[in-house]
């Protein structure tokens, strides 16, 4: 049985991922500081708790479990917090990030999957957007995956590492059989928000500028259900194994939707009403993010099949409701 060690296996992503893995025949083992993690979404594989900065704790880690394969998603995701608090994210994800691959070089483990983002793009000047358009963030979060992305290069050129650095869109809804989906704290993405606003009286759901040069004048995002996220890396780590190049891969439909019609989608999904209010843009949004996916394609097999708005929602909507049981 081959190995996986997941950083951030707790995490939205993660916890997804590690199912995919664990269904594939794996055996996983996560390694979570549960920061913003969580222990109850830790069920394919043991955990062990320790952090990222940790260097002596994550060499002791890799040492022990001896993995085939580290899929490391461990990451701090906000935006809008890397930007009021650069120093946390070059810490967690650029050195956090460092410390796993040093862990693998003095181990002998040289496969690494690496949870990146569409957001080292910054605003694309072609669309869709191809693995091979200029990286430029546009915020330090984007700027402390692409320093990985550039570990990843160098290491490979040196010490013969092979990595898959899979740039995410948008990631999306919730496991179709309810057992992981989105838990942030605080949530700041598009639709459980807009689930949110469909469901309570005190919470207004709010589009953030429509004066985009779009369709409707709202953003275009390009959304990619989390369960084929999760087939992506299972895809991918069999690649490594087989003695694949790896390289950078877009994770999107290659399809892209509006706000309003997430919007219109949600209604049309729950059958419920969402009220809207229309406000301000938001400082560092593109107006159209959309990937192009043939690399993935044809490189790692990949096809999504859940990534529909309809099935993203319905997913997303059904844990939502799950977890309102669950917070009482
Ligand atoms: N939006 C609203 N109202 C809300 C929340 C979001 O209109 O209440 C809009 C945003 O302005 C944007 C779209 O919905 O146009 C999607 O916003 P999200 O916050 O859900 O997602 P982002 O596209 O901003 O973020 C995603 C990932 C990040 C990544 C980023 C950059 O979640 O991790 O893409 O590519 F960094």
Known sequence: MQTILVTGGA???????????????????VYDNLYRGWRDLVKWGDLIEGDLLDADAVGRAVAAVKPDVVAHFAALTYVGESVSDPGQYYANNSLGAFN????????GCSKFIFSSTAATYGVPKQVPIPEDHPQWPINPYGWSKLMVERMLADYATAYGFTFAALRYFNAAGADPDGEAGERHEPETH??????????????????????????DGTCVRDYVHVTDLGEAHRLAAEHLLAGGAGGFFNLGTGEGATVKEIADAIERVTGRKLPRTIGPRRAGDPPVLIASNTRAREILGWTPTHSSIDEIVATANAWRLKEGERRG
């Open 11 to 29: 995490g939205y992503v993660g916890s997804h991922c590690c199912k995919a893995f664990a269904r594939a025949g794996y055996r996983v083992v």
């Open 190 to 215: 598009v639709i459980p928000l807009a689930i949110e606003g469909s469901l309570r009286d005190d919470y207004r759901f709010t589009i953030f500028g429509d004066d985009f040069d779009t369709r």
């Open 100 to 107: 796993v691959l040093e862990a693998m070089r003095a181990n």
